[in-house]
């Protein structure tokens, strides 16, 4: 599955691609460096499945801070995360600015492409059973950022989009997912939402649609943005393999993330479980 038929607007960064496309398939053996933060995780996860599915020699490295000092072998090196170091053996997986054509008019909005989405799109350069099956996680890493609370984001909803006409997700609201996490949804009210998620296919799309908007209006005075609250409620983003939707697990590995008292173990158990499944949690 090539990246730039799937998603036709990462042709913008078609080069920065490439090149590290060709250093990996050129490397003897490579090192991924990673700290304990979600995007990361999830960014080495999918370069991780690639490797696998092809034989490409390499090991995980996950540390506190990357900027902190490290042993550094003689192999390749990539990192997830801004660093000093970017010489030939270290380099740096960043996020990339790209225009999204949008609208009737195909007008260009500008985004960010996350390191999420940056290294997805090289897994699936690479190829891998493994990669097919993690690529709705590609939405994680625009989701995480904090653009979503502040404004609409034209990079995420394009890819919202395409994996949903492809086949690969589904978009519900959030009445229609069987396991959520509340907890990061201050004020709902559990019981009248449990209610309406189990009439939810008895009513009509009227009534849905009120009921719904009554249970969300104690959100509206919370500091959720309202593009972020938008995508909670009505936007869900799903597959026929997961009881939870991506936000959902999303914050719910976040928050385990943080309260771990061995926070690279756990870290290195997510990546696990990512691969394995293609669930976050």
Aim: charged letters at 25%.
């Amino acid at each position: 599955m090539e990246p730039f038929d799937l998603f036709p607007f990462v042709s913008e960064v078609k080069s920065d691609l490439d090149k590290f496309f060709k250093l990996i398939m050129n490397a003897k053996r490579i090192t991924l460096v990673a700290e304990p933060k979600l995007n990361q995780l999830l960014s080495l996860s999918f370069l991780e499945a690639s490797f696998l599915d092809h034989g490409i020699l390499y090991n995980r490295k996950l540390v506190e801070d990357v900027n902190s000092k490290i042993i550094l072998e003689d192999n390749l090196h990539i990192f997830f995360n801004l660093t000093s170091l970017n010489d030939e053996i270290v380099k740096v997986i960043q996020s990339k600015e790209i225009n999204i054509p949008l609208g009737q008019n195909k007008k260009n909005r500008v985004g960010k492409l996350d390191i999420v989405g940056f290294s997805a799109c090289l897994a699936l350069m690479i190829g891998g059973g493994r990669v097919n099956k993690l690529l709705p996680l590609i939405l994680a890493g625009n989701w995480l950022r904090e653009n979503l609370d502040f404004t609409y984001d034209p990079v995420f909803t394009v890819l919202r989009d395409t994996l949903r006409k492809k086949g690969e997700i589904s978009v519900v609201s959030i009445a229609e997912v069987s396991e959520l996490d509340l907890i990061e949804l201050p004020g709902i009210d559990s019981i009248e939402l449990n209610n309406l998620k189990n009439s939810w296919n008895k009513i009509d799309l009227e009534e849905q649609s009120i009921r719904l908007s009554e249970i969300v209006k104690p959100l509206l005075k919370s500091s959720i943005g309202v593009a972020r609250l938008e995508e909670l409620i009505w936007h869900r983003v799903i597959t026929e393999n997961w009881n939870s939707d991506l936000a959902s697990q999303c914050s719910k590995a976040q928050r385990e993330l943080r309260s771990s008292s061995q926070k690279l173990v756990s870290a290195s158990r997510l990546v696990d479980e990512v691969i394995r499944t293609g669930v976050i949690s």
